[in-house]
């Protein structure tokens, strides 16, 4: 009879791997280790820079008025010099061009009333009125077929805005329904055939003297806010999203997660390149 032989055993201690294999994986290592510190780093240039211009904003805000730019001017207007520059304009108001944009303010839902302000040399100016409810909106839209009309001539102080093209979250703007998601200064010039309309928009009013005579209980000087009078000005909110900090925190963080894994592995190489068991 033949005997059976025994099976050899499999078991042994885990092959360490190949040198190529370990090349690889402490080049790939290495490389996101540097590249979460680049990004990290790269997150806080970022932050000094949002930050100087918060800073250079919040001046901006609270200077003087100056004149609106001219014709002339329009193609070097920017938002990083002109946005939220106090600025005033002269002439009378289109109210038969009137268009609302839908807003979501501190007072609630409803509309930006916007107004052309045409001034003596033809060029127009949209105008951001103000806040107004849902409530006033038929108040505030112009009828269909009306004639055209023109207020007297005024002076408006606001603020200086930049175009807001296309429209809101999800939602075209329709020009032909005149539904506006968003103060899109070249489609609403094209809608209500302003041939020679500024490339910005101004809020009429300026929200830290808004607030200050809120807090008063004045609308102007001696005279008491009437909280029913639409529409609202001096209600822009400027604010600048900053989370930079965050963002460089956690690109540290996963270099710190990188570092550790790395000398996780190499002591789990050691303790495997070491005799599974000692010859007695």
């Not at 607030?211 to 604010?239: E, F, K, L, Y």
């Not at 900053?242 to 690109?251: F, G, M």
């Amino acid at each position: 009879m033949t005997s059976a032989r025994p099976h050899a055993s499999n078991a042994g201690p885990a092959r360490p791997r190949s040198v190529l294999l370990k090349a690889m994986l402490a080049l790939l290592g290495m490389a996101l280790f540097v590249a979460f510190l680049g990004l990290g780093s790269w997150q806080l240039q970022r932050r000094a820079w949002k930050l100087a211009l918060i800073e250079r904003v919040t001046e901006r805000v609270r200077a003087a008025p100056v004149a609106v730019p001219t014709p002339a001017q329009w193609p070097q207007v920017n938002a990083q010099q002109h946005e939220y520059l106090p600025v005033t304009v002269s002439g009378r108001f289109l109210q038969h061009k009137t268009v609302l944009a839908q807003a979501a303010t501190e007072l609630g839902s409803g509309f930006w009333v916007l107004t052309p302000l045409q001034a003596a040399d033809g060029s127009q100016t949209l105008i951001n009125r103000g806040f107004v409810p849902t409530s006033e909106r038929q108040t505030w839209l112009p009828e269909s077929g009306a004639p055209a009309s023109e207020s007297a001539q005024q002076t408006i102080t606001g603020l200086l805005r930049m175009t807001e093209p296309g429209g809101g979250f999800l939602r075209d703007n329709d020009a032909r329904q005149q539904r506006w998601y968003s103060r899109d200064v070249a489609a609403i010039a094209a809608a209500q055939g302003l041939d020679k309309a500024a490339p910005y928009f101004i809020d009429e009013g300026r929200p830290d003297l808004a607030r200050a005579r809120d807090s008063a209980g004045m609308d102007s000087p001696g005279i008491p806010v009437a909280h029913s009078t639409w529409p609202r000005p001096g209600m822009t909110v400027i604010a600048f999203h900053n989370s930079h900090l965050v963002y460089a925190l956690t690109w540290y963080g996963m270099a710190l997660m990188v570092l550790v894994a790395a000398i996780v592995v190499v002591r789990w190489e050691k303790r495997q390149a070491a005799p599974a068991h000692k010859t007695l």
